[in-house]
């Protein structure tokens, strides 16, 4: 339910409306459902031609992080490699 | 009372139908039994197709209504091997169409047809009352000569190598796109364009291909389909490897489609013996809309009469026939 | 020279990160957990990314109600075919809604017997339509959870604001909660965690589903709709039933909050009031699970306002569909007599196989045999 897709603010009118940058395409989109200020270059989730709020950026890279510990942790053995058996099908070509 | 709906006309599932449950019902043959591109005639010298056109609007980045017709019927020949000659046309035009609109169209028929290296021999005018069709409506049938025999939907066998032409769907992006209430602004353009002059690059270096086919309607997906039925093989396709623009991929983000059921209009596959993979791929990357060039699978046994698709995780799923009218997901 | 973009789509679609998930979870997996994803985004997500084929055989997942296209009782959407047939109507709705049969057929085909039926992106296009119209009724169909609510009462509030006559609604709005309330109820109810929709979340903040690890001591991870987001959100389920905790926990933080959107929330509130009941497709009446306009804005009603055309009998789901246990968790799609044969995609019985993101329509594009 409920398709949404994190989109870039590049540009914001006077009547509230933003210009949202999606992989390259443009659509504008509407402010008003959200309370904060928004600015260029910040990130918004888009709902049917609406923000419908701020991504943190911060918590977005927060998780990476978090991510990609998981792998150094593996790597340096912390977690160990063998116990489960990594059961995906090997890549074919 | 059953009804045609526009879920009949989109090249996937219902289309199928459609064209099983009446045409071949009356009209089946061993011509249209064959359901290629184009039919072979007089002993195969020959390759005949033909193909309506109806497109709003008229003009789209990449293209017109014009271009697209002679593009349409010309490459339907030309994935039989078959370089263009002779093309029919037809047009059905609502009152009240600018004269200057159609000069612009005709023109750009004209040059298209230079490029294809084919000549119009025949055409029609229809004039009719407004509101009976939208602006203007273009068929176009086409006479081939063949070049490259043997090109079929039933010749592919494992570990032939699946190659597409160059990135996917962005003629059913960006039409898409610019229609009324998506208003999404993009520098995409079609990939509307004659594929003859790849074909002939082909031959020329010697390469032949067991299939090809350009991705029209129901786009890489319904071809990828109707080959695993015809051929009764499983095509494997390697996800990541399908080539797909950042704004295609923004457009099926936004409305919820796979770049894989969009429609192309200069877009096309090729079964290939893997030996002859590498070669291809240098030819038609020599055309410079075909840059992302890439294999992006192969034949196999496993699941026949079946697309997988792989992840980069080792996870595979079908990939089926585009059903349905293309919608946006809302959810 | 600018610092490297966060790709926000790369970012949680990364294959190592994948597989360092698939691996964790594995290790830890000690019992076996019947997972709800009640959003149908996350059901779209799970097939579409073949994420059972990494997971260990102790998840199993019960694919949820949440689709807003699905879960539409046909006699709503008859409601919406005999709308489309009133003189001077144009029908409007969102994207796939007009697929979706009824008993006399879909919006595609009142469309196709001439009726003016057309979907929009966004709800406020709706506006362009009706000042293009002016001698037309327009009458937006509204369906959606919690995540298009807001939207719905974005677009009243202009036509209010503008004063526009010629915009009428029928509200089909349905919520979260009381849904999930139901499915634990039941006595046959096998499901032991929840995966908590993303962006219905966005909307009324984490909050809502304080109740299911208090009441029920399921425990509740709002996760996103990325692949690595349902890794990490399985991973957070795992880590509660091990350490035998309930909790409600929030793996998406990069956009949901405890309290979620005010304003959105405010809107939908001003606009709207709960139904005593509302009929999902599948699961029968649920006390309080949909929305309707309040009595205020009766005029913009279209339910009231076509009161006298619109059919009110009840129709009984299909008797070989078995929607209802596919939502409890106690069947899978694959269990149903008619999946696949009498039941597809182009013409669907069920809810589950209506939209794409239906339990059925999903194991039918995606695999199941696989």
Not at chain 1, 18 to 46: C, F, H, N, P, W
Not at chain 2, 323 to 330: D, F, K, N, Q
Not at chain 3, 130 to 154: C, Y
Not at chain 3, 201 to 226: L, N
């Amino acid at each position: 339910m409920c398709l949404s897709i994190p989109s870039k603010v590049v540009e914001i009118d006077e009547n509230n409306m933003a210009t949202v940058d999606t992989m390259g395409v443009k659509r504008q989109v509407t402010l008003d459902l959200i309370g904060e200020s928004v600015e260029v270059g910040e990130y918004v989730l888009i709902h049917v031609g609406f923000a419908m709020n701020k991504i943190s950026t911060e918590e977005a890279e927060e998780s990476i992080r978090l991510y990609e510990e998981i792998i150094e942790q593996m790597n340096s053995g912390q977690i160990d490699e063998d116990e489960g058996d990594m059961g995906y099908a090997s890549k074919r070509t | 009372m059953k009804l045609i709906t526009l879920a009949h006309g989109n090249g996937g599932e219902e289309n199928n139908e459609l064209i099983e449950g009446i045409f071949y019902k009356y009209l089946k043959n061993d011509y249209l039994k064959k359901s290629e591109d184009a039919s072979l005639i007089e002993g195969g010298k020959l390759a005949f197709t033909t193909d309506s056109f109806t497109i709003s609007p008229l003009f789209f980045s990449g293209g017109d209504i014009g271009k697209l017709s002679v593009c349409g019927t010309c490459n339907d020949l030309a994935m039989m091997g078959a370089k263009p000659k002779y093309v029919t046309l037809a047009m059905i035009i609502e009152e009240g169409f600018e004269v200057s609109v159609l000069d612009e169209i005709v023109k750009s028929i004209k040059k298209e047809l230079e490029i294809c290296g084919a000549v119009v021999v025949a055409g029609d005018t229809k004039v009719v009352p407004r509101g009976s069709v939208d602006r203007l409506f273009i068929n176009t049938s086409g006479v081939g000569v063949m070049q490259l025999e043997g090109i079929s939907a039933s010749n592919l066998a494992v570990g032939d190598a699946i190659v597409v032409s160059r990135d996917i769907g962005t003629h059913g992006a960006a039409i898409y796109a610019n229609r009324e209430g998506i208003d999404i602004t993009s520098t995409l353009k079609s990939d509307c364009a004659s594929l003859w002059p790849m074909v002939e690059a082909l031959k020329d270096a010697r390469i032949k291909p067991k299939e090809m086919r350009d991705a029209t309607r129901g786009g890489l997906a319904a071809v990828l389909n109707e080959w695993a039925k015809a051929s009764n093989i499983c095509i494997e396709i390697d996800e990541e490897k399908i080539p797909v623009c950042s704004e295609v991929k923004g457009i099926c983000e936004l409305l919820g489609f796979e770049p894989s059921a969009l429609a192309n209009e200069g877009t096309f596959v090729l079964a290939l013996d893997p030996n002859d993979v590498d070669e291809a791929i240098k030819v038609l990357k020599t055309f410079s809309q075909n840059k992302m060039c890439s294999c992006i699978g192969k034949v196999t046994d496993e699941y026949t009469k079946k697309v997988v698709l792989s992840s980069e995780w080792g996870t595979k799923r079908f990939l089926d026939m585009p059903t349905g009218e293309l919608l946006p997901r809302i959810c | 020279m600018p610092q490297k973009e966060l790709d926000l789509f790369k970012a949680f679609r990364n294959p190592e990160h994948m597989k360092a998930l698939a691996k964790l979870i594995k290790q830890e997996s000690k019992t076996k957990i019947r997972l709800m994803e009640v959003c149908g985004g996350h059901t779209h997500t799970i097939m579409k990314y073949g994420i059972p084929q990494i997971l260990p055989d102790t998840i199993e997942f019960v694919h949820g109600p949440g689709c807003p296209v699905c879960i539409m009782p046909k006699e709503r959407i008859d409601h919406a075919y005999v709308l489309s047939q009133q003189p001077d109507v144009i029908m409007v709705t969102l994207g796939d809604m007009i697929k979706v049969p009824g008993s006399h057929g879909s919006l595609q085909d009142a469309r196709s017997k001439g009726a003016d039926v057309r979907f929009v992106y966004s709800p406020l296009d709706t506006l362009k339509i009706a000042k293009d119209n002016p001698e037309k009724k327009v009458i937006f169909f509204a369906i959606g959870f919690e995540t298009t609510t807001p939207m719905t009462a974005a677009l009243i509030d202009q036509v209010i604001k503008h004063d526009l006559k010629n915009i009428f609604f029928h509200i089909n709005h349905v919520t979260v909660p009381e849904v999930m309330e139901v499915l634990l109820q039941s006595e046959e109810c096998l499901i032991d965690a929840f995966i908590g929709p993303s962006h219905v979340s966005v909307i009324t903040g984490s909050k809502i589903y304080d109740q299911f690890p208090k009441k029920y001591h399921k425990p509740v991870v709002v996760t996103g709709f990325e692949p690595i987001d349902v890794m990490e959100g399985i991973l957070m389920i795992v880590r509660q039933v091990n350490e035998k905790r309930a909790d409600l926990e929030n793996q998406y933080k990069r956009s949901v909050s405890y309290e979620g959107n005010i304003v959105a929330q405010d809107l939908i509130n001003k606009y709207f009031d709960q139904r005593e009941l509302f009929k999902w497709r599948g699961l029968g009446n649920i006390p309080k699970s949909g929305l309707k306009l309040k009595d205020e804005f009766s005029y913009l009603d279209a339910e009231k306002i076509y009161d006298k055309v619109l059919p009110k009998e009840e129709i009984n789901d299909h008797k070989l569909c078995i929607c209802g246990d596919i939502l409890k968790g106690v069947a899978k799609p694959t269990d149903c007599k008619v999946f696949g044969k009498a039941c597809k995609p182009s013409s669907p019985i069920g809810s589950c196989m209506v939209s794409s993101e239906g339990a059925c329509a999903a194991y039918y594009k995606y695999g199941g045999v696989l």
